[in-house]
Nanobody, 126 residues
Framework: QLQLVESGGGLVQPGGSLRLSCAAS????????MGWFRQAPGKEREGISC????????NYAGSVKGRFAISRDNAENMVYLHMSNLKPEDTAVYYC???????????????????WGQGTQVTVSS
């Protein structure tokens, strides 16, 4: 059974940093691209980053480019989102996701993704 479990969210002040983790199990992790998404209250789910199956290709939404970095460790079945220079508008529930089976490329369109974690809350506030 495929499972994705996010952790690392919390309350951080503007300008601060945070690292989110996503632990994957129940599937051949190294054969899947992975993505990070977020959803703020009253807004649609937003794709913010993706990484291909090998970790050699990444992409970012303009709202986070230069501040966030996605990475993965295929030996440990983990994907990470390093967030820096956080802003209040980054406040949202953050989700990691796996795409449809055997999709290995980098694409952060949420419709590509079939499997979702439960999310972790990130609140950026002074």
């Amino acid at each position: 059974q495929l499972q994705l479990v996010e952790s690392g969210g919390g309350l951080v002040q503007p300008g601060g940093s945070l690292r989110l983790s996503c632990a994957a199990s129940g599937f051949s992790f190294h054969n899947y691209a992975m993505g990070w998404f977020r959803q703020a209250p009253g807004k649609e789910r937003e794709g913010i980053s993706c990484i291909n199956s090998s970790g050699e290709d990444t992409n970012y939404a303009g709202s986070v480019k230069g501040r966030f970095a996605i990475s993965r460790d295929n030996a440990e079945n983990m994907v990470y989102l390093h967030m820096s220079n956080l802003k209040p508008e980054d406040t949202a529930v953050y989700y990691c996701a796996a795409p449809r089976p055997f999709f290995m490329g980098c694409d952060y369109d949420p419709h590509v993704y079939d499997y979702w974690g439960q999310g972790t809350q990130v609140t950026v506030s002074s």
